[in-house]
């Protein structure tokens, strides 16, 4: 992926997303803004694994919940799983099929970009 792809999302969304391509850049914000207020740290578990641990607020939660939710409905692909592992952790499971890897990379690629930027 190139840092082209990286500004511009290009490497992010996948044929097979049912997004309307108008709403693109709007999601491609949101997860921006995801990335720099609620990350703390990521780890690539696998190559069709990656972990992020997450800001430990209420409304963190509730956005990711909302956010991956929206996600999951137009690229089925994605599975994500929220879960608090002891009581000031959250954490934000993001698992893709092998034939989906390259989106993932992209994923993660750009949560680390965006978190750089913070």
């Known amino acids: 992926m190139t840092h082209q792809?990286?500004?511009t999302g290009a490497?992010?969304?996948?044929?097979?997303?049912?997004l309307p391509t108008a709403d693109r850049p709007l999601r491609l914000a949101e997860?921006?803004?995801?990335?720099?207020?609620?990350?703390?740290?990521a780890q690539r578990v696998s190559a069709q694994h990656l972990r992020l641990w997450l800001d430990n607020a209420t409304q963190v939660e509730e956005t990711a919940r909302e956010l991956t939710a929206r996600e999951s409905s137009c690229c089925s692909f994605f599975a994500f799983d929220l879960s608090r592992p002891?009581?000031?952790s959250l954490t934000l499971e993001v698992r893709v099929p092998a034939g989906h890897v390259d989106v993932?990379?992209?994923l993660a690629e750009r949560?680390?970009?965006?978190?750089?930027?913070?």
Not at 13 to 18: E, S
């Open 11 to 18: 490497g992010w969304v996948p044929d097979v997303c049912t």
């Open 111 to 118: 949560a680390a970009a965006v978190r750089r930027q913070r």
């Open 31 to 41: 997860f921006d803004r995801f990335f720099a207020g609620a990350v703390r740290a």
């Open 5 to 7: 792809d990286i500004a």
């Open 86 to 88: 002891d009581p000031d």
């Open 104 to 106: 993932l990379d992209a």
